[in-house]
C-alpha cells in the first residue's frame, strides 16, 4: 500500500466532523467467516432457501438445522481481527462516530465498538415469530429443534433478516440518518451488491458530499462511481495502518 494514499485518507478523517464506517462480509472472512456470495461461499455449500422466509414457517425443523450449523456453531467461535478492533479504536478515541454492519456476527461489538448499528440484525437474539418476544440465544437450547417461546410455545426465528424480509425500520432509519450526516465514509469488505445497504455510500455521497474511502482487496460496484480513495488490500492489515496514522500526533 503506498504510504501517501494512506497518507492521504488518514488525513480527511482527521479533518472529519463525522465519520461514519460501513461494513460488509468481507471485514469478516479474516475472522474465518466464509462471505456468502462467490466461489467459496456459503451459498455455493448451503441451498439458500434455508435462509427463505416462507421456507423456513413451512419447514421450520429442516431449516433450523442448516441455520444452526452456519450461525450458532460454526460463527460462534469467531473472533475479530484487528480491522475490527482498529475500527472499535478509532470510535473510542473519536474519530468514528457510528459503525453500520451488514454483518450478523457481532464482532464490531466484541472488539469493543459501542455505536453499531446491524442492518441485517444479529445472531445474539431469537425472536418469536407469534408474540414477538425476543431472548438472548445463549439461553436457548438449541440442541432441540425447532427451538420454541418459553412463553406462548410459539417458534422461534433468528434475530437477523431473511431472504424476502424488510429491514427493520428502526435501524433502517438510524443508518440511513448516519449516512446523511457523513462527511467520510469508511467503505470496508463491501462489494455494493445486496440492497438496499448497497444504498447508504450513495446516501452519503449525494447527501453531504461524503468522502468515500473505500478498503476492499478487489475493485467493487462502487469504486469507478463513488469511491474517493480506494486502499486496496486486506482490512486487517490497511485499518491498523490507517487507525495509526489518524491517531498519530
Not at 62 to 87: G, R, T, Y
Not at 117 to 138: I, N, Y
Not at 207 to 226: F, V
Request: net charge negative.
Amino acid at each position: 500500500m503506498k504510504s501517501d494514499t494512506i497518507l492521504k485518507a488518514a488525513q480527511s478523517v482527521r479533518s472529519s466532523k463525522f465519520t461514519v464506517v460501513f461494513t460488509g462480509a468481507g471485514i469478516s472472512v479474516e475472522s474465518g467467516i466464509p462471505p456468502f456470495r462467490g466461489e467459496n461461499g456459503l451459498w455455493s455449500k448451503y441451498d439458500p432457501r434455508y435462509l427463505d422466509l416462507e421456507f423456513f414457517h413451512t419447514h421450520p425443523a429442516e431449516s433450523w438445522k442448516v441455520l444452526k450449523q452456519i450461525f450458532f456453531d460454526f460463527m460462534a467461535d469467531a473472533k475479530p481481527n484487528p480491522a475490527h478492533f482498529a475500527i472499535a479504536r478509532l470510535e473510542q478515541s473519536g474519530y468514528v462516530k457510528e459503525v453500520i454492519t451488514q454483518n450478523i456476527d457481532n464482532l464490531h461489538q466484541k472488539a469493543g465498538s459501542k455505536n453499531v448499528h446491524e442492518f441485517h440484525g444479529s445472531t445474539r437474539t431469537l425472536v418469536c415469530v407469534d408474540c414477538g418476544k425476543t431472548v438472548p440465544s445463549a439461553d436457548i437450547d438449541l440442541e432441540h429443534l425447532p427451538p420454541h417461546c418459553n412463553s406462548c410455545k410459539g417458534l422461534l426465528k433468528p434475530d437477523f433478516v431473511f431472504f424476502s424480509e424488510m429491514i427493520p425500520q428502526r435501524v433502517s432509519d438510524l443508518s440511513f440518518a448516519a449516512a446523511e450526516k457523513s462527511d467520510v465514509m469508511l467503505l470496508i469488505g463491501t462489494t455494493g451488491e445486496v440492497m438496499p445497504a448497497s444504498f447508504l455510500p450513495y446516501t452519503a455521497k449525494e447527501k453531504n458530499k461524503a468522502t468515500i474511502i473505500e478498503i476492499n482487496p478487489d475493485e467493487s460496484l462502487y469504486t469507478p462511481k463513488i469511491t474517493d480513495i480506494f486502499l486496496k488490500g486486506k482490512a486487517g492489515e490497511i485499518l491498523p495502518e490507517l487507525a495509526e496514522k489518524i491517531l498519530q500526533k
